[in-house]
């Protein structure tokens, strides 16, 4: 999705907190925001989701700014396991998700 | 829990020769959509149903057919294979929350 935009790679030190920026120019109103990560040979898998109130479940928190143009996926402590492809998405009334193109976190020891 | 079921998992066509990829999916989800996913360009949603006998065209359904005839399955058919079409293929399957998404099958048309 041209309109989903994220840095192509990031690197974070093992057990510090990693914020994985992600910017929607053009989201609409009703267009919710999801996260996806992505392990070697695996399909995506879900991490969390919100529309506009800032979210946190067991894996990570998700900031939605105000005006929804960009979001971050924070993960409080980086774990050896968390090293993936992150994709930020937006998911349409219809249900449909369009795809950012992906940040590849690596997680220095 | 199979979740989302997709076969073959790596397949090799050649140029004009015609395949489906499976997809199953055993949470009683309503939606269901294929997504193909190259080098530097994320996901990108090919076609989805909402539901059994209704399907509907994503961002790149071009060389692309899909059916609902169940709830479960929804099969991708490639008609005519072209080298354009080598990629990895994902099903997902979408409950109320998120989506659940199968293990991929690498394409390969030569």
């Known amino acids: 999705d041209a309109k989903t935009t994220q840095p192509n790679s990031m690197e974070s030190n093992e057990e510090e907190p990693v914020h994985l920026p992600c910017n929607h120019s053009?989201?609409?109103?009703?267009?919710?925001i999801h996260w996806y990560r992505q392990l070697p040979s695996q399909g995506p898998e879900y991490v969390i989701h919100g529309l506009t109130s800032n979210v946190n479940n067991r894996m990570a928190s998700l900031a939605i700014a105000e005006d929804r143009k960009s979001s971050t996926l924070i993960l409080h402590r980086a774990t050896l396991r968390d090293a993936a492809v992150y994709y930020c998405s937006r998911q349409t009334g219809a249900n449909n998700l369009f795809f950012g193109t992906g940040t590849r976190l690596t997680v220095i020891p | 829990n199979a979740g989302v079921t997709q076969t073959p998992k790596f397949q090799v066509l050649k140029t004009g020769q015609s395949m489906t990829l499976q997809c199953a999916q055993d949470?009683?989800?309503?939606?269901m959509s294929w997504y193909r996913q190259d080098p530097g360009m994320g996901l990108r949603l090919i076609h989805y149903?909402?539901?059994?006998?209704?399907?509907d065209q994503g961002e790149v359904p071009n060389g692309y057919n899909v059916s609902r005839s169940t709830t479960e399955d929804f099969p991708l058919r490639l008609l005519s294979a072209a080298p354009s079409q080598t990629s990895v293929y994902f099903c997902a399957s979408s409950g109320a929350a998120s989506a659940f998404f199968g293990q991929g099958t690498r394409l390969t048309v030569v």
């Open positions: 949470m009683n989800h309503e939606y």
């Open positions: 053009t989201i609409s109103g009703t267009d919710y």
């Open positions: 149903s909402v539901g059994a006998g209704i399907t």
